[in-house]
């Protein structure tokens, strides 16, 4: 545990290991030695469940099954304005061919397909546009 850096112990980000650094907490070793309420009140309750999984206590249980997903979705933003439809429906169907492609190697099913485009909500524009549509399977 003291050759392992604190930042790369699992679900402890950069942001924490500095947090972790200003109280002298460089290493695992020192990380599992760490009184348990000040690590909770530095890092919340995850960084508690870390430094209990150290210590022997299992927080986080081990999933020996993969869940499969209730979502798929495939979100892309443009490098440029779109203005014309037809690039629109093009890069529509490539994103829409992207999600099948996801939901193959999960052999999934859609019951639906929910298709949304709107302009960029950061970009200066004389008008906002923002539209969805759902698209529903008959086989479910």
């Not at 009140?41 to 995850?46: E, M, N, Q, S, W």
């Not at 859609?110 to 008959?138: E, L």
């Amino acid at each position: 545990l003291e050759r392992t850096a604190v930042e790369d112990i699992w679900r402890i980000g950069k942001a924490s290991a500095l947090k972790l650094n200003d109280l002298g907490i460089y290493n695992a070793r020192q990380f599992r030695a760490a009184n348990h309420y000040d690590i909770r009140k530095l890092l919340t309750v995850t960084g508690a469940r870390v430094l209990m999984e150290l210590k022997g206590e299992v927080c986080f249980p081990f999933e020996t099954v993969a869940q499969t997903s209730k979502n798929i979705g495939y979100s892309r933003s443009f490098g440029n304005p779109v203005t014309d439809f037809f690039e629109l429906k093009n890069a529509l169907i490539y994103f829409l061919s992207q999600a099948c492609v996801r939901m193959r190697k999960q052999t999934l099913a859609a019951k639906n397909i929910v298709v949304q485009i709107g302009t960029d909500r950061f970009r200066p524009v004389p008008w906002k546009y923002s539209t969805s549509m759902i698209y529903k399977s008959a086989f479910h």
